[in-house]
């Protein structure tokens, strides 16, 4: 992996963290179904017309299209979609520990359920995580933690890793930004009707959700999924997974900075437990990339 890819993904990890931060100031002020639909709205927008503008086409392969329906209903709908509304009373930290627990999750089911063969250092890492959220866990619990909204943020990480393990190498083949760009818009349109049925929408102006908006639109929202593709078009989709360790990391220290979360050391510890463990099976796994 060369330098550059490293810091790319550095840059990435750093996006995908500050957007549980940048989400829980949203829902302060405007209702989540509403809000994470109009910014799919705006982020799918500027994705496709940058694309077009690039010369990128929307005839995709079959593959492509199967990747872009997936993963806009199950990760930009079913997954953001669960975490906005639980970033309502649970704090952005703990639901960024919970998501980063992805390649963990990932690692599990392709040993257990697809036959792929874990190495030891790969089931010592499985094996830490479980450690390190059951730390984490054990400290939220006993401060009073809101179950529904944990609970809504753990069927949103399993929406995640089942349509990784689904789309797994479908988009290869380019037109990479006009598959973000529509993945998207499948977001937004389904996250309108789930508006529509489950939600009065809300918006308070202010000052913190407009920029707090704009932000999660640009950056978490196109800027790194444009990183990711990039990276595992460059380095392969394992290898480029690796960078997950950093967001347990990123993700308690954008709270704690802009959101003035309060980090025991008991969240220090299963933090640094879960990194070494999702770094353990994705180094496990280097060879398959």
């Not at 444009?226 to 997950?244: D, E, P, S």
Request: hydrophobic share 60%; charged share 10%.
């Amino acid at each position: 992996m060369d330098i550059k890819a490293i810091l790319m993904g550095i840059v990435f990890a750093m996006m995908w963290s500050s957007a549980f931060t940048s989400a829980r100031i949203i829902v302060a002020d405007m209702s989540p179904l509403f809000a994470l639909s109009l910014r799919y709205l705006i982020s799918g927008l500027l994705g496709v017309g940058i694309a077009l503008a690039l010369g990128q086409s929307m005839r995709l392969t079959p593959a492509q299209w199967r990747a872009t329906i997936v993963f806009g209903i199950l990760q930009n709908a079913v997954y953001l979609g669960l975490n906005f509304v639980a970033m309502q009373t649970i704090q952005a930290s703990l639901a960024a520990i919970i998501a980063s627990t992805m390649p963990l999750i990932v690692g599990f089911a392709v040993w257990a359920f697809l036959g792929e063969k874990l190495k030891p250092l790969g089931l010592a890492g499985l094996v830490a995580g479980v450690i390190g959220v059951a730390i984490i866990m054990g400290a939220r619990l006993s401060g009073g933690v809101d179950m529904v909204g944990v609970a809504l943020c753990v069927v949103g990480v399993l929406a995640l890793s089942a349509a990784t393990l689904l789309v797994r190498g479908a988009t290869s083949g380019g037109n990479f930004l006009m598959i973000v760009g529509l993945q998207m818009l499948v977001g937004c349109v389904t996250l309108a009707m789930a508006t529509f049925l489950f939600e009065t929408p809300r918006l308070d102006p202010s000052w913190p959700l407009l920029f707090a908006f704009t932000y999660t639109c640009l950056v978490p929202g196109l800027a790194a999924t444009i990183i990711w593709f990039w990276l595992v078009n460059r380095v392969g989709a394992t290898r480029a997974a690796t960078f997950h360790f950093l967001n347990p990391f990123f993700g308690v220290a954008v709270a704690a900075l802009l959101l003035s979360e309060p980090l025991g050391a008991r969240d220090i510890l299963g933090v640094v437990i879960i990194a070494a463990g999702i770094l353990a099976v994705q180094i496990s796994r280097q060879g398959k990339a």
